[in-house]
């Protein structure tokens, strides 16, 4: 235990790049890379002091998003870059979100949708929904349509959360349906002619404790999700992944101490372009000082700091994933 938070420290001074006021930002992922061990993703540009989660890029890599949360996580706000000329800009809120709570945005594979959850009302006029529901906009530039809600099936009295879309239009998420295996379950929603057809992903990826948060690839064949509970779990909540062959996926595999860690992770999403794989982390290193006591000085900078425990966002070269393959 030891050992890995000393790797988790290592990993998040390894990374501690502060943008100036005075940098304008350019290039391809706000001029970043990543290599093949996880790090912090843009420090002081999307993870800050604040709870970020959240990382999508569109297709064309000139629009960012992601969310930010308030401390206690009960409201959510998505919030958006925008490269215009190779310079970015921003952080503004996305013209769609700012007044009810939205999270989870995601491209489709073409780019021109965004798709998310949100508690708005379905009508206007109407209060907050108490549940989460699954939206989307179409792109207009680098402005968005009037949200469109999902509708049933997929949409219920219950919360649906994190959406993912392959090439076919087939929308991935997780709900606690009637049916289930038990807590939330990850389902599949195929398109049909006069709708959505839903299904429940199965035991090779559901199980008796709770999944969340799946990201499927374009083509289908890769799914990468959150659990919480299971016997091998490392921590809170882990990342696992499958692979389909055949048309049948893969069980599930705990994908280990190089992307887990003992705090929650979740909200995994590969780039578009393949490059790199990212996930949000609650990962931190400890607050306890048994040889020195911190300072005031010293306790209220961590606070204030990037590493004070809220979530961040972490990126890692894609290729890591290949190991998983079977």
């Known amino acids: 235990m030891r050992q890995l938070t000393l790797l988790f420290i290592l990993s998040v001074s390894a990374c501690s790049y502060k943008k100036p006021q005075s940098e304008t930002l350019r290039g391809d992922y706000f001029g970043l890379t990543a290599s093949d ?10 993870s800050t002091e604040f709870q970020e989660l959240n990382a999508a890029f569109s297709p064309e890599g000139d629009i960012f998003m992601w969310t930010i ?65 699954i939206w989307y906009v179409e792109r207009n530039g680098f402005d968005w349509s009037e949200p469109v809600h999902m509708g049933a099936p997929i949409n219920s009295e ?8 392959t090439s076919d ?30 299904s429940n992903a199965g035991e090779a990826i559901n199980s008796q404790f709770s999944e969340g948060d799946p990201y499927i690839s374009a083509d289908g064949n890769m799914l990468i999700f959150s659990a919480w509970g299971r016997p091998d779990s490392l921590g809170s909540g882990d990342l696992y992944i499958s692979y389909k062959k055949d048309g049948q996926w893969s069980q599930a595999q705990n ?15 590969v780039s578009p372009d393949g490059a790199y794989f990212f996930l949000t982390s609650y990962r931190a290193p400890t607050f306890v000082s048994p040889q020195e006591p911190m ?16 979530g961040n966002v972490y990126w890692v070269n894609s290729k890591t994933l290949e190991q998983f393959k079977q």
Request: contains cysteine; proline residues 6%; glycine residues 10%.
């Open 37 to 46: 061990t996880m790090s912090l993703f843009a420090a002081d540009i999307v």
């Open 69 to 133: 949360a308030d401390p206690m996580r009960t409201y959510y706000t998505i919030m958006q870059y925008q490269r215009n000329d190779d310079v970015w800009e921003g952080p503004q809120i996305a013209s769609f979100s700012g007044k009810y709570s939205d999270a989870d945005p995601i491209f489709s594979p073409d780019g021109k949708r965004v798709y998310f959850i949100s508690k708005r009302p379905i009508q206007d006029g109407l209060e907050e929904k108490p549940d989460f529901d």
């Open 158 to 165: 219950l919360n649906e959360y994190y959406v993912s879309v």
């Open 169 to 198: 239009g087939t929308l991935v998420y997780s709900s606690s349906y009637e049916g289930g295996f038990g807590g939330n379950d990850i389902y599949f929603a195929t398109p049909t002619d006069d709708g959505y057809q839903v």
């Open 255 to 269: 994908m280990g101490p190089q992307f887990n860690s003992t705090a929650n992770e979740y909200c995994p999403i």
């Open 295 to 310: 300072s005031y000085e010293q306790y209220s900078n961590r606070l204030k700091g990037l590493n004070n425990g809220m």
